[in-house]
């Protein structure tokens, strides 16, 4: 049987923090994405996810975040945070946050 090992407070602030300043990054890229998904490469949009990721996570509290890929569908990105899987998913309707101890 698996143990679920419970994730504390710190962490859970930092992985908000991290989600509410990717969230305006991943707005804009997945509105462009709908739009432009014919013209542009999707790589060119992987890179940009990293480069404000890295941004981010460089100089802050939660410098062990690690960006794992970038996802067309569901639109986000994935990273890893001590010991713990994180996708970010921006969508038409909603922005969400799902958490995988890995």
Do not use: S
Not at 36 to 60: A, G
């Amino acid at each position: 049987m698996k143990k679920t090992i419970k994730m504390n407070t710190d962490m859970k602030n930092k992985i908000k923090g991290i989600g509410n300043i990717m969230e305006y990054t991943l707005y804009d890229l997945f509105w462009r994405w709908e739009c432009r998904t014919k013209y542009e490469d999707w790589n060119d949009y992987i890179e940009v996810m990293k480069q404000e990721f890295h941004k981010l996570t460089k100089d802050n509290y939660a410098k062990t975040a690690v960006f794992v890929k970038g996802n067309r569908y569901p639109f986000g990105l994935t990273f890893d945070f001590n010991g713990w899987r994180i996708d970010l998913i921006m969508n038409r309707t909603h922005y969400t946050k799902k958490m995988n101890k890995i």
